[in-house]
């Protein structure tokens, strides 16, 4: 165990499975039943098939009784025809749609700590917030913190921009998507 930012931190030694960039990008909606520990059984059959979740955004839908993860994984077209069918076997699974062709409206929230040394930097971070139409959502004597909210190559432009300051903390959201005009996402 370290400490990064006066938090203990566990560093796993064996890294972690990132796409290779070869791989096709998969949006998948899964509905499901809202009950306790339904994502852990979803996420499981991610997991038994080797892949790695590249995001992951779970909430209630319009109906309280059911629940939307939006998952994005990369992988080939026959690999998620087995996993669909897996999902679909779940006893809470409602139904799976692989928007990867879609037509679809997504978004990615982040929440970015960064350092701030003097009025210059505070007037530079509050120029690329406003440059990138980001919220700033905090203030205090030696950091800023701002919301962005868009594609994730903007919220990645953002994340880079700010690299020039000490960025402290960050958290995104995974992608959450709807599919435009009649089609159910």
Same mark, same amino acid.
């Given at each position: 165990?370290?400490?990064?930012?006066?938090?203990?931190?566990?560093?796993?030694?064996?890294?972690?499975?990132?796409?290779?960039?070869?791989?096709? =990008?998969?949006?998948?909606?899964? *509905? !499901?039943?809202?009950?306790?520990?339904?994502?852990?059984?979803?996420?499981?059959?991610?997991?038994?098939?080797?892949?790695? *979740?590249?995001? #992951?955004?779970?909430?209630?839908?319009?109906?309280?009784?059911?629940?939307?993860?939006?998952?994005?994984?990369?992988?080939?077209?026959?690999?998620?025809?087995?996993?669909?069918?897996? #999902? =679909?076997?779940?006893?809470?699974?409602?139904? +799976?749609?692989?928007?990867?062709?879609?037509?679809?409206?997504?978004?990615? #929230?982040? =929440?970015?700590? !960064?350092?701030?040394?003097?009025?210059?930097?505070?007037?530079?971070?509050?120029?690329?917030?406003? #440059?990138?139409?980001?919220?700033?959502?905090?203030?205090?004597?030696?950091?800023?913190?701002?919301?962005?909210?868009?594609?994730?190559?903007? +919220?990645?432009?953002?994340?880079?921009? *700010?690299?020039?300051?000490?960025?402290?903390?960050? +958290?995104?959201?995974?992608?959450?998507?709807?599919?435009?005009?009649?089609?159910?996402?």
């Amino acid at each position: 165990m370290q400490i990064e930012n006066g938090v203990p931190t566990i560093i796993s030694a064996a890294g972690v499975n990132v796409m290779s960039g070869n791989e096709k =990008l998969h949006t998948i909606s899964i *509905l !499901v039943e809202n009950r306790p520990g339904v994502l852990a059984r979803v996420s499981h059959v991610f997991a038994r098939r080797g892949f790695n *979740l590249e995001s #992951l955004a779970v909430s209630r839908t319009e109906d309280h009784t059911v629940s939307r993860i939006t998952v994005v994984v990369a992988g080939d077209d026959e690999a998620f025809k087995q996993i669909g069918n897996q #999902l =679909l076997k779940l006893i809470d699974v409602i139904k +799976v749609i692989d928007h990867t062709s879609d037509d679809l409206v997504g978004r990615e #929230l982040a =929440l970015i700590k !960064v350092r701030v040394d003097n009025a210059q930097s505070r007037s530079e971070i509050q120029q690329l917030a406003e #440059l990138f139409r980001a919220k700033v959502v905090a203030i205090d004597p030696q950091t800023m913190m701002l919301e962005v909210t868009g594609k994730a190559d903007k +919220v990645d432009a953002v994340t880079k921009m *700010l690299g020039q300051h000490e960025i402290l903390e960050l +958290v995104r959201t995974g992608l959450v998507v709807l599919a435009r005009g009649e089609k159910q996402t």
